[in-house]
């Protein structure tokens, strides 16, 4: 140490020797009151981290246990494989397409398979992605425009038929209910 510093430092501890040995009450009280607040601060903000984190792993350990309510069965979704059926080749005409056999999907039980005819220039549709099945009447003179000898006494009756509409609106195929 140099000299300088030597003198600072007696001078130092001659200042310290001198003086009071405690900090006055006022400074005490005030800083007192500071550690009780930062303290209740602390405690608080511990308090709120606490209870949100609990919050929220109550809310994600709902969501975890409570399963999705079941969702309810749509439109049957339809297979189209193409064949001909061999019940039908002689009752049809020269210009007799080949039909369209419909497969139910693998989530419900199979049944045995249903046959739809297809409409005349139903191949040159988009193809079929989904399918819907509606009951209808036809006038027996229909059956003509698909091929079909009919006799001409019976053209004004009228017979059920499912009518196979695509996913565009359009029909696609006739299937006759006996």
Known sequence: MNENEQELLHGLRTLA??????????VERRLLAEFHRRSRTRRRNIWWIASSTGAIAAAVAVALWIQPAPRKAGPAVAKVVTSQPSDVATAAAPIF????????????????TMT???????????????ATVIRVQLPMSSLRLMGFP??????????EADVLLGQDGLARGVRFVR
Do not use: H, M, W
């Not at 397409?97 to 045995?112: D, E, H, L, N």
């Not at 739809?116 to 139903?122: A, M, Q, T, V």
């Open 150 to 159: 009919i006799d001409e006494d019976r053209a004004g009756d009228r017979i």
């Open 116 to 130: 739809f005819y297809p409409l005349p220039d139903s191949e040159a549709l988009p193809p079929l992605e989904n």
């Open 17 to 26: 020797a001198d003086s009071p040995r405690e900090a006055p009450a006022y």
């Open 97 to 112: 397409q080949p039909a369209v056999r419909i497969q139910k999907a693998a989530a419900r039980p199979t049944r045995a």
